[in-house]
């Protein structure tokens, strides 16, 4: 039996050191995390809830704001894995990414994580200035996120939360597109509320081990995790019904659709919750393709949104 099917089926724990199992092209795919590029989808936001979408030079603006950050992203993540490679090969499962499992070396990682942030920050110029500027941002944040700032509790789940910001704020500056105060409140607790289910669950499984992986997950109590859940889901709540108020009094359609938008989100909110409590908020983008119930909120408050925006 090897020490991969021994951590599997749970027996003595995680294993330290590489286990190879992928050949370089599918580990290069794999480091960039293509899974986790639904989280780009933020850069349609701002133009989408501006109504502008519906124009073909502003579509072609936000995928390619999207594109910027897909590869920004994937750099970020080999020069994260390339930093935390001893740490990652402790972790039960970390230890099975590319870098950590030795399918792509230390070197390798870096370089293509410096080629890709470059060059998304070049198209991202070719797009926007503006657009490149907030590129430059992020690939910052994220860059001091994985040198020392992961390490600092609270000031690690405001760090990844900005990231999630900052992609919503990409999509207004590529399509020139104000953001509205409570379009920045709601997504900025929103994206504090998935980064801190996230927290909760890693503090959950690891346990006593959470320190020996990450600094700051030692620093957590499970009381302050669900403490700080709390508070991001009334905020992200309360903004989202006092925003959804606020464009209902721009709209001239006798349809309440910005109102109605209201319960799908609340729904959807309070899913993400219960799914998180029953130990399933590890990773975001997991919870949100994984559950179909959380699906089908999203789905009608999407389309109740967009009700609201086009036929205003």
Known sequence: ???????????????????????????????????????????????????????????????????????????????????????????????????????????????????????????????????????????????????????????????VAAGFVLRAIAGGTATDVPISNWFFIVTSFGSLFMVVAKRRAEVEALGDDAAATRKALGTYSLDFIIHLQTIATSVVLVGYCLWAFEKAELATTGVPWFQLSIVPFALAVLRYSLLVDSGQGGAPEDVVMGDRTLQLFGICWAVLFALGVYLL
């Open 1 to 159: 039996m090897t020490n991969q099917d021994v951590d599997l089926i749970g027996e003595p724990g995680p294993v330290p050191g590489p286990v190879r199992q992928r050949s370089l092209p599918a580990a290069i795919i794999a480091g960039a995390r293509p899974k986790q590029w639904v989280k780009n989808l933020l850069v349609f936001a701002a133009p989408g809830a501006a109504g502008v979408l519906d124009g073909g030079e502003a579509l072609l603006q936000a995928t390619g704001a999207f594109g910027c950050f897909c590869l920004a992203s994937g750099g970020t993540y080999f020069l994260n894995d390339a930093a935390d490679v001893e740490a990652d090969r402790l972790h039960p499962t970390k230890r099975f990414r590319p870098v950590a499992s030795g399918d792509v070396s230390v070197g390798a990682a870096r370089a293509i994580g410096t080629v890709a942030i470059v060059g998304a920050v070049a198209l991202g110029w070719m797009i926007d200035w503006h657009l490149a500027v907030v590129l430059g941002a992020y690939v910052v944040l994220t860059t001091c996120y994985s040198t020392w700032l992961k390490h600092i509790a609270v000031v690690d789940v405001v760090a």
